[in-house]
């Protein structure tokens, strides 16, 4: 079974959503960990520059849960790279996270709408 | 489904570990250059451009451990780091591993064994279909505790004991087997219901029909399997073909299943190998036909056997059984013996002699096992105090206390296993010896494997090892831990002061339970040697003994079986080495002796008892082979023969029984209680013989000769035991093979059988006391020995840590007596305080041994001061070569290495 891990609560839900970003990004296409980083970085305006490393133990955790599949293909500049893909496991999860997110920003955006209104 | 994603992935992280981590390497190093060649596109130089990717990628090996730890099946990883780490510490130090491993290898090979046995023996079920509602049924009255039935009981209790789904009657003989090289074997003698009140399935044919289970029946016979494949060959149509048995032409019905075994031969540690029906009535056996009981009764000479009725229970039956002698009572039944009736369990019977051994000794392998868990506890504890720094270290590298226990607990699981192994070989090692060597009188002991259960039991006993060896190192890790020893100077401390307390307390406790070992083994060696010097009234050194039967085919009449042991004798009392021969019915403590109704002239019994004689019969030369004492008048003489007048002689017990004031010698006595039979006149007396056990009441006895009780009451006997003496004390089993030839020389039809010492018969008399007496000897010599190397533990230990104390005194003018003396009290306090717990819990103890004991109280002051003296003198020596080294303590030495 996974380990605890080292990230701290905090980190958790940033790599929550760091998968969910992942899966997505996978969802359009096929990509190895350095360009799902860049892209990662493009969309999110560099929410997800502080630290690359932590792409990878992710990756390999959605590997284990059989969300993603990976093989190893030449990339455009003609050097071996390892490509994600996602599977339709991993296509129900998103869909899932999605649902769960849009549930979760919606009952927020209530709470800080009322909060504010009632001030 | 995720599980299966989770274990695949497990399963490849175990498999592929090297692969993936190449792969992980080349694709961080992918996304490194190209990051790095994305700042160059955007102007920085090659070197600026690396340093940038690798910071904003964060640490390379922290990435790489978190996604490793990812895979999945790291758990099993960091338990294999454990483990390789626990083995690198333990071969660091080869010395205390394999003390560890031995001792643990001792305490759990030795239970293991012990445990294999007592599984065997009281835990595994009889082999009988529903055993726990099998019971014997015996008889008893006074002085008699437990006696066989009579035909007339059989009837009454078959009858009337509504507790008893059915019950039968059966007893043991032997049987020769004809033919090429005749073999004696032994026989049942079955009524038609024993088999299927033991539910026994036969392997093919079938069990007796009541039809053939009569007087003059006709002459049917089951096989053992193990004759049938023996004498036959496992021939296949063996059921329905005629065998020769003792000169009779006998028809097979059946094959009993391999490994059966009647209850007797549990008792007897010889299988069954022929039975026949018993073919017995009322009027065969002169007892009343039917329920009917004769106020005096009649022979008792059947073991009896019942199945109880489903939901009936032993002590239902006994209920009934003493309710129906009550009015049996009433009416004058056996009246003034204090007749009574009963049922054991079938269970109790077989192995009721033997349970109470197996527990005691299953205990006293219970207290090695925890002797050897304190003594490894102890070296643990001793290395700890070696580690001391290295945890230290560790603890201050922010080892956690979960993780230093994981270390710790890993290593004495480690030895556990180790132990563990090591113990099992040991354990097969012991149940071969035991099985080879079992003591004679000890049933079921051949039948110990080690099967899986034992290998369980080995387990469980392993991993409680673990948790009892690890915990005290432990708490002590963790105490490290807190106090963080770095700052500790590393000598003297107080937290080393608590440890030592800890491991002195270990060795108290070592030494007490030794003390019960050692006090246990003592009260069974006194017993034994107690019921060595019995007196049981006859020699056993250098006596050999062979049953030797002369069918009525080859030997039809009483003078023709004369002639033959008269000519046997004279041909084996002239070979060389030989002193004396003779022969005899029954050897003393080989088997139980019936008695005989007898009539004494001038005696009367009380009324409603008779004057019974347990008999025996013997040749001449019997009275001097086995050196009885002669009281009054004389032995038999070879012409004490079938023409003589017929000569008696009497037991002591049967002198002053039935002939209270009077002169016995020239007294007439008649066997059988009616007119037809002839007189025999006393001629002599001799001392008791112990027949049926070494302790216990003797019975009135009496001998007459092999001849002349052919005569009178007319019963031939057909199978006696040859006893032979040796010259000068020389080895009798040297004799085996020149008596056997001067057998076959005289017939080579004669089977012979039972082969043994008149020591081997008195050793199986008390195999039970004598086993526990050895094993409780063994385990008490380990635990003394296991005892020895905490105490020289301990003390080498004080003597070490006090080495800085010793060499200042040393230098302000202590001789070295005084230190020795210092060093020595500091072991044998310990050892002190440990006899003293252990002298009074082995006064509570023994006790349990109360019934196996003889001569000898569970408390016995003299074997409690020579356990005292034993134990105390090992400490003593155990102490002495550590504390020798305190007294030649150099102070200039120690004061140096500040």
Redesign the interface.
Known sequence: MPTESRLGPRAEVVRGTLEMLALKLLGEEPMHGWGLSLRLREISRDVFDVNQGSLYPALQAMLRRGWIRAEWRMSENNRKARYYRITTEGRKQLDAEIEEWNRTSAAVNRVLRYAFSGA | M?W???IA?GLAALVGRRRQDA??D???R??L???AR?HMNEGMSEREARRAARR?????E??KD??R????A??FFDALGDVRFALRSLRHRPGLTAAATITLAIGIGATSTVFGVVKHALLTPLPYSQPGQLVGVWSAWKGFERTWLSYDEWEGWKARVHAFADIGLYTDASATIDGATPERVRSGLVQANVFPILGVRLDRGRTFTAEEDRPNGPRVTVLSYELWQRRFNGDPSIVGKRIQVSGADMSVVGVTPAGFQMPLDYTAGEHTDIYFPLATDAANEGALPGPEFPKGGSNHGYYGIARLAPGSTAAAANRQLHDIVAELEKFGYMANVGFHAYVIPMDEQVMGRVRPVLLVVFGAVVLVLLISCANVAGLLLVRGEARRRELAVRVALGAGTKRLARLLVTESALLAVFGGAMGLGLASITVRLLRSNAPAGLPRLTETSIDWVVLLFALVVSIVTALLTGILPLANATQLALSGELREGGRGSTAGRARLRWRQALVAIEVALAVVLVAGAGLMIRTVRNLLNVDPGFRSEGVLTMRISTPSVFYPDSVRVAAFWDDLQRRVAALPGVKHVGGVRLLPLASEMGDWGLRVEGYTPPPNQGTPGDWQVVTPGYFETLGLTLRQGRTFTTSDDMRAPLAMIVNRTFEQQYFAGRRALGGRVRIGGSDSTKWYTIVGVVDDVRHNALIGTVKPQFYATLAQFAVAPGNTRRTMSLVVKTDGGGDPKKLISSVRAQVRAIDPRLPVSEVRTMRDIVDAAIGGQRFAAETLGVFGFVALLLSAIGIFGIVSQVVASRLHELGIRAALGATPMDLMTMALGSGLRQAMIGLAIGVVAALMLTRVLHSLLHGVTPTDPLTFIAVVVVTGLVAVVASVAPAGRAARVDPNAVLRVE
């Open positions: 995720a299966y994603h989770e992935s792969e992980m080349e694709e961080m992918f996304h250059d190209m990051e994305r904003e990628f964060g640490g390379v922290r990435h978190d996604t730890d990812e895979r999945g790291s758990t």
